[in-house]
């Protein structure tokens, strides 16, 4: 895989608030263990249908299960197509039981299915239910700020993505999974932070054959950044020193740079096209 410079190809312009699972509850109800059991394997018709039938049969209101009921309907209606109606029971849920996190995800995924992604960024960098049912599902604290980055990131926000990644990987770019590090790479270039892509690309090229590595390390170049392109160069040529392309590449950035010595030595065992 290749990192391009395109902000649409990133992994981050295609993240999705994740789905709620209805695997955690406590459920004694044999009703609506049936529902969230339908939703877990994805038989949404079924569980619309159900959805209904129980919620003309509640005996005992309940402001928790009125509302998780309309939770499951929102999801149902939403996995099927029916932006409108999910977004309308959603808000339901919410005015019956406001302190929950699901009705809240169903509306921000209906916001950004509908592309409106500064709503939905307000909407969730300002959530903070407090005590949730025992049905809900919060959204992992590492989720939430990854979406609030592929949302910032789709609005241009560079520095909002970079202030919310740090805190989804506070542990640094060691933590982040391998595209989260190409979009960090990106990152580094829109922001002009060339010591950010340094640290990165370090990581990126040790599993990169020779011809993705010089195209990623000619990012640096194409970005003035040889200075920064240089020590890279010379990582990427002790792990494939038999490769004429990463020879000529560091030839020619140690006469840039001024090593003239290291650019006579490497240039040695054979005549080169410096062109290239």
Known sequence: MHVTVNSQQAFLATWRIPDLTFATHRWRDPNFLEIWGLLRVRDFRYALRRCKEVGETLSTRSARKESALLVAQAFAEFATGSRDLARRHAGRALDIYPAQWSAHRILLATLAANQAYKAAYMHLVNLDPGPVPVWDEALATRDMQTTLASWSWLLGDWEAVARHLGLAFPD???????????????????????????????????HRDV??????????????????????????FENAPRSELLRRRLVAL??????LDEARRLAQPGALDLAA
Do not use: H
């Open 172 to 206: 640094g770019v060691d933590t982040m999974p391998a595209r989260i590090q190409e979009d960090w790479f990106r990152l580094s270039l829109y922001r002009d932070r060339p010591e950010d892509a340094v640290a990165v690309a370090m990581r990126l090229i040790s």
């Open 211 to 236: 011809a993705m590595t010089d195209e990623l390390l000619q990012t640096f170049v194409q970005n003035g950044w040889t200075k920064e392109a240089l020590p890279l160069y010379r990582t990427a």
């Open 254 to 259: 140690c006469i840039r740079e001024g090593a």
